[in-house]
């Protein structure tokens, strides 16, 4: 049985996240490191599987560096000082959820050969514990927050402007708006409360769960807004003019800005990708941040990031991290405004469906969906992650969720109807394979 995801493991607390498994996921994480730092999102249930990982780590020998309620890439940035971390957090997930994520000292989450060695421990070789008197012992750090800000204020210097930030009721709260603030922005802030009920709005930051932002960019003036997910991994925007600049909007941006010579994006990220980019390689991997900086760190990558709004910017970490997205962004909107830059954006018609999948039978329908898109004949067909067929006028991508029991269908086409053309005939394929 596989417990890790392309983003740890979360799910709904006390049922798929239980204290005793966070305990003894602890636990395993210590039987390999014996220096661990800490932290947590906004949750209500947070504090509690903190406090389990906690009593796990320290049972398995290993000292516990107690980070408190931080950003996700604010956790994998203190974790530099020491052997690994783990982060509490569901992320963009609803309040019934949580989860646990491992991480680097180079800021990438736990690669997948780490999360198996995690799991083997869990669920196969077993878990030891420690005597009475070796025990680890349990530090509090006050500092994981002012190095973030200070790691990030000496790339991104002075900046001016005035900038709307939404930190969805989490975790940014406590750190977006005083950098830009330090940094020499005026800053207006939306649910900059941690909340882990998320009164505001729902801790994704969608077009639809930011039109607060939008309508407060306009009606202050402002040069940008800003948005973050519950545990400060993903960034999006809005321009000046109060337009939604999702992830698809931001990839070719931030890869043109960053990419000096190559750049890593996921199998479902726009092809608009490469064609905005001039003499900068693309390299496409699985979908999923892990996958992501592995890619970076075995290319040497200048840039990564994926259509969700995770950005990974190695110059400063390998983490996906929605802070440093979010000055970067402002900085770029120092030169020109934001609603300049995606006008230049190539534009494609983009079609995104799930669909039930019995998880039993899911190796068998995935050869079959296979089968099905080489009968489409594609100019090419990579099985990756799921299965992406390339045409003359787009794609088609379907891969199996690795949260849920379903298939996901991302087409892009280079018009509306060539969208619907692939949809269609994705549909056709994935009827006669699952029904």
């Known amino acids: 049985m596989k417990l890790f995801g392309s983003s740890g493991i979360r799910g709904k607390f006390n049922e798929a996240i239980t204290p005793e498994l966070v305990c003894r996921i602890g636990q395993a994480v210590g039987n390999l490191y014996d220096e661990v730092v800490v932290g947590w999102d906004a949750r209500t249930t947070s504090p509690l599987l903190s406090n389990a990982v906690i009593s796990g780590l320290l049972a398995a020998g290993s000292d516990v560096y107690i980070a408190g309620m931080v950003s996700t890439p604010t956790l994998a940035h203190a974790a530099k000082e020491l052997k690994a971390g783990i982060?509490?957090?569901?992320?963009?997930?609803?309040?019934?959820?949580?989860?646990?994520?491992?991480?680097?000292?180079?800021?990438?989450?736990?690669?997948?050969?780490?999360?198996?060695?995690?799991?083997?421990?869990?669920?196969?070789?077993?878990?030891?514990?420690?005597?009475?008197?070796?025990?680890?012992?349990?530090?509090?750090?006050?500092?994981?927050?002012?190095?973030?800000?200070?790691?990030?204020?000496?790339?991104?210097?002075?900046?001016?402007?005035?900038?709307?930030?939404?930190?969805?009721?989490?975790?940014?709260?406590?750190?977006?708006?005083?950098?830009?603030?330090?940094?020499?922005c005026k800053v207006i802030t939306?649910?900059?409360?941690?909340?882990?009920?998320?009164?505001?709005?729902?801790?994704?930051?969608?077009?639809?769960?930011?039109?607060?932002?939008?309508?407060?960019?306009?009606?202050?003036?402002?040069?940008?807004?800003?948005?973050?997910?519950?545990?400060?991994?993903?960034?999006?925007?809005?321009?000046?003019?109060?337009?939604?600049?999702?992830?698809?909007?931001?990839?070719?941006?931030?890869?043109?800005?960053?990419?000096?010579?190559?750049?890593?994006?996921?199998?479902?990220?726009?092809?608009?990708?490469?064609?905005?980019?001039?003499?900068?390689?693309?390299?496409?991997?699985?979908?999923?941040?892990?996958?992501?900086?592995?890619?970076?760190?075995?290319?040497?990558?200048?840039?990564g990031g994926e259509p969700s709004g995770t950005w990974v910017f190695p110059r400063s970490s390998l983490c996906p991290d929605g802070i440093f997205a979010a000055a970067r962004l402002v900085q770029i909107v120092q030169e020109r405004p934001l609603s300049e830059y995606l006008a230049e954006i190539p534009k494609f018609s983009v079609i995104r469906k799930r669909v039930d999948m019995d998880p039993t039978k899911r190796s068998e329908s995935m050869d079959k969906i296979g089968e099905g898109l080489k009968c489409l004949n594609p100019r090419e067909l990579s099985d990756m992650d799921g299965y992406r067929a390339v045409f003359e006028n787009g794609w088609i991508l379907l891969r199996p969720s690795g949260t849920e029991p379903k298939l996901k269908i991302v087409i892009e086409g280079d018009s509306d109807e060539s969208a619907q053309a692939l949809f269609q005939n994705a549909m056709t394929v994935v009827k006669g394979v699952l029904g």
């Open 87 to 184: 982060m509490i957090t569901a992320s963009h997930n609803p309040p019934t959820d949580n989860g646990v994520k491992l991480w680097n000292p180079d800021g990438s989450s736990f690669g997948s050969l780490q999360m198996e060695e995690v799991e083997e421990l869990l669920l196969e070789k077993g878990i030891s514990s420690v005597a009475w008197d070796e025990v680890g012992h349990l530090h509090t750090i006050d500092w994981a927050v002012e190095r973030h800000m200070d790691g990030i204020s000496g790339i991104i210097g002075k900046l001016e402007g005035t900038v709307v930030v939404d930190c969805g009721n989490g975790t940014t709260s406590n750190i977006t708006p005083y950098l830009l603030r330090r940094l020499g």
């Open 190 to 303: 939306l649910n900059a409360h941690p909340d882990g009920s998320f009164p505001g709005r729902n801790s994704e930051p969608s077009e639809e769960n930011t039109r607060l932002l939008a309508r407060t960019v306009v009606e202050s003036g402002a040069n940008i807004g800003i948005a973050h997910d519950g545990d400060g991994d993903r960034t999006v925007a809005v321009d000046e003019t109060g337009r939604f600049a999702d992830g698809d909007a931001l990839m070719p941006l931030l890869s043109k800005l960053e990419g000096k010579s190559t750049v890593v994006v996921p199998i479902n990220a726009s092809m608009a990708v490469d064609r905005y980019l001039d003499n900068v390689q693309v390299v496409r991997c699985r979908v999923g941040d892990v996958y992501v900086s592995e890619k970076i760190k075995e290319v040497n990558a200048d840039f």
